[in-house]
């Protein structure tokens, strides 16, 4: 299966564009077991990581007032962070308990020891220490000061990179267990002690690579658009329902965009997700406005389904492979109308 960016990539080394999906904390609700929700979890990182997705943002469907559980947040961060540096900002729990058993998202930011780029994910560490092994002193001693607390108080401007050795990257100094993106200017072909920091989203937008998913996590429906991370916010919207437009309608078309968002329901639909949020229902939602004019594009991806239901971690898949060939057109045309904006909705 193809990437979203990857055409893209062939065609030169950038990707400015993102995308980013949105779904509801509650798709773990209907697993039986902890096994169960683990796996679900595993099963949406890695659809996000084989469709380059950018930003996974978590929302709150329950009609209660706030929605606690933290567990697919906390399962999909885990499995985004490269595998050498989770010990460092993930103390074990129960809910990691599982998590052996699923498959690795073996992106390109998830580097071996001996594979090199020119970005490399690390975290800040003290001078001083060495990735021994588990039985290792300096590694003991660091999870220790950081289980007291004393993690963010300190600072450092050395950041253990999965090499044995940590990497000095300047000397502006980075609170210790920070983790960043540390550039070695070119590939090396080997372990290197120097290297600078550089923006998260530096390997997508200056090499083309895909570089993991950030973790948003939302309240209800409309805090989703309201706390975009990106300044010019999201201007392609796209909701799936299977009440909304086929996509095998000719004249559906996305885009153009420079940060598209896709929104997938729950169990109960995006309509009842945008029923319980507040905010919508005083702006009109299930009375003189459809839950659609929130959206730009409308979309059910799935439309000769032959189960009663599809759950959000296979509609996923479904959604972005079936809207793959308009994300590559529409961001050609973004490319055209950089200045584009994203149409004002009723609603947002």
């Known amino acids: 299966m193809v990437g979203v960016g990857s055409v893209r990539k062939r065609a030169r080394g950038d990707r400015p564009w ?4 949105a779904l509801p904390g509650s798709i773990l609700s209907n697993a039986q077991s902890e096994i169960l929700r683990t796996y679900v979890a595993g099963s949406v990182a890695r659809t996000l990581a084989i469709f380059e997705v950018d930003e996974v943002v978590i929302f709150d469907d329950s009609v209660e007032e706030k929605y606690s559980d933290d567990t697919l947040e906390l399962l999909l961060k885990y499995l985004e962070t490269p595998q050498y540096l989770r010990r460092h900002l993930f103390p074990m729990e129960a809910r990691l308990r599982n998590v052996g058993l699923l498959n690795p998202l073996d992106a390109p930011h998830h580097l071996r020891e001996r594979e090199y780029l020119r970005w ?92 993991g998913y950030r973790v948003r996590r939302a309240g209800k429906l409309s805090t989703v658009f309201e706390n975009c991370p990106f300044e010019s916010g999201y201007d392609f919207v796209v909701g799936t329902s299977e009440r909304g437009r086929s996509v095998e309608d000719a004249n559906l078309s996305v885009g153009p965009f420079h ?16 029923m319980v949020d507040d905010v919508l229902v005083e702006r009109g939602i299930g009375k003189d406005i459809s839950t659609e004019e929130i959206f730009d594009e409308y979309v059910n991806t799935c439309p000769t389904q032959g189960s009663r239901t599809i759950r959000t971690e296979e509609a996923i898949p479904i959604s972005l492979t079936a809207l793959r060939p308009c994300l590559v057109l529409a961001d ?16 947002l």
């Open 120 to 211: 490399r994910e690390g975290v800040v560490v003290e001078q001083g220490f060495k990735r021994a092994g588990q039985g290792s002193s300096s590694w003991n001693s660091f999870r220790a000061n950081g289980e007291k607390g004393h993690r963010n108080l300190r600072e450092s401007h050395f950041a253990d990179v999965g090499w044995r050795e940590p990497v000095h990257f300047g000397e502006k100094k980075e609170p210790i267990g920070t983790r960043v993106t540390i550039d070695f200017g070119s590939c090396p072909n080997r372990p290197i002690k120097e290297g600078k920091l550089a923006g998260r989203d530096e390997p997508r937008r200056s090499g083309g690579l895909y570089w």
């Open 332 to 347: 050609s045309a973004a490319e055209d109308d950089p200045g584009k904006k994203r149409p004002a909705t009723r609603l």
């Open 259 to 274: 940060h598209l968002l896709v929104v997938f329901g729950g169990v109960k639909g995006i309509e009842h997700a945008a």
């Open 18 to 21: 993102t995308v980013s999906v």
